[in-house]
């Protein structure tokens, strides 16, 4: 069993915990919602777009992350907790913006902001959390604040690129495992490696730690897309199952759906109900219909399998981190690990019920 060491002093835990950073920084949670609504403060008309958007709910991960990978650092609170602000606040902004890119409706089952305002306030609202995530960073008592504000400037350019690369431009880009983890990277990868790369920065200057756990971390957020794109297919998130599907993003669900059909066609050609996917052809049916023929269909095994094989890749890379830092690494590896299995087990109770269900009617 892990232990965890306390300091004398109140805001800071120096330790190399595993379960004490990644679930007591829960314990926290109030004070980074307080610091994300202060955030929307004195935006005038943007305020209360902000506070639809940030009252609706969500994880807060990233910036959870912000803070763990602080404790497993010894990184006093008060410097981890304006970081931890400035990644959910950029977080949220590639949110805001992606529903409006994408026309997603709702979020987390509440309307998006663009549908329940309008699209000039979703796209001013975001551009103001950006601003407002470099104004908290800024917070932050560090002699490399130089160095820490060019990675968050680096990863905002990096979020841009990779939404221009997502929605309709998925038809110009190769279906291929490669392909995918390098979108995934940038869409989702990039925010899990920049907390602990500010942390990092922030202690140890922008050197080889920061460099080794961007890479380790980004590999998590690879794993975590997976899951993502295995919710959006089972309809857990908070929207009508299969928008993958009707934007023809490249996700990780379908790709291997198409590679399982291909290689099921190339000894004994066929016709199946999903031939469609195959062919690049994504409307030939409901999308929800679609999905459901997936999370049922030859490619789930397969997602798995390359998810737990990028969960091994991240947690090989983190090896060379302080052991408190690997600690946060392999919990979080773990956790999406569970949730994933979690979400599959219970859409699959949930479709089983449903046919009990119609054999009793």
């Known amino acids: 069993m892990r232990s965890i060491q306390r300091t004398s002093h109140e805001n800071e835990l120096r330790a190399v915990p595993s379960l004490g950073a990644w679930r007591t920084v829960s314990g926290r949670a109030e004070e980074l919602e307080r610091g994300l609504l202060r955030a929307v403060e004195g935006l005038g008309c943007l305020e209360e777009a902000g506070r639809h958007h940030l009252l609706g709910g969500g994880k807060r991960l990233r910036g959870r992350l912000s803070l763990a990978a602080g404790m497993g650092l010894g990184c006093a609170f008060s410097d981890s907790?304006?970081?931890a602000i400035a990644v959910e606040l950029l977080h949220n902004a590639s949110l805001v913006h992606d529903d409006l890119q994408d026309?997603?409706?709702e979020r987390r089952g509440e309307l998006a902001v663009w549908a329940a305002y309008d699209r000039s306030t979703a796209l001013l609202l975001g551009d103001a959390l950006i601003a407002r995530a470099f104004g908290s960073l800024a917070d932050v008592p560090s002699a490399q604040l130089g160095p820490m504000l060019r990675t968050l400037a680096s990863c905002v350019a990096g979020l841009a690129r990779g939404q221009g690369s997502d929605g309709t431009q998925q038809l110009a880009i190769e279906w291929t495992i490669p392909a995918y983890e390098e979108l995934a990277r940038e869409?989702?990868?990039?925010?899990?490696a920049l907390p602990p790369a500010l942390v990092c920065t922030h202690l140890h200057g922008p050197g080889p730690?920061?460099?080794?756990?961007?890479?380790a971390f980004a590999l998590l957020g690879v794993a975590f897309q997976i899951y993502d794109d295995l919710a959006d297919v089972t309809g857990a998130k908070g929207r009508a199952a299969g928008s993958d599907l009707r934007d023809k993003r490249l996700s990780a669900v379908v790709l291997h759906t198409r590679l399982a059909l291909a290689a099921e066609r190339a000894p004994r050609p066929r016709s199946t109900a999903l031939d469609g996917i195959l062919e690049g052809h994504f409307d030939r049916m409901p999308f929800e219909e679609q999905a459901e023929r997936i999370v049922a269909g030859p490619g789930i095994e397969a997602t798995l399998r390359h998810q737990e094989d990028v969960l091994e890749r991240a947690v090989t890379a983190g090896r060379v981190l302080p052991e408190g830092l690997r600690d946060v690494l392999e919990d979080i590896a773990e956790e999406v690990r569970d949730t994933t299995r979690g979400l599959l087990f219970r859409d699959r109770f949930a479709s089983a019920d449903a046919a009990l269900s119609q054999q009793q009617v």
């Open 209 to 215: 730690m920061a460099q080794a756990a961007s890479e």
């Open 81 to 83: 907790l304006p970081i």
């Open 187 to 192: 869409k989702t990868g990039l925010l899990f």
């Open 103 to 105: 026309g997603d409706r």
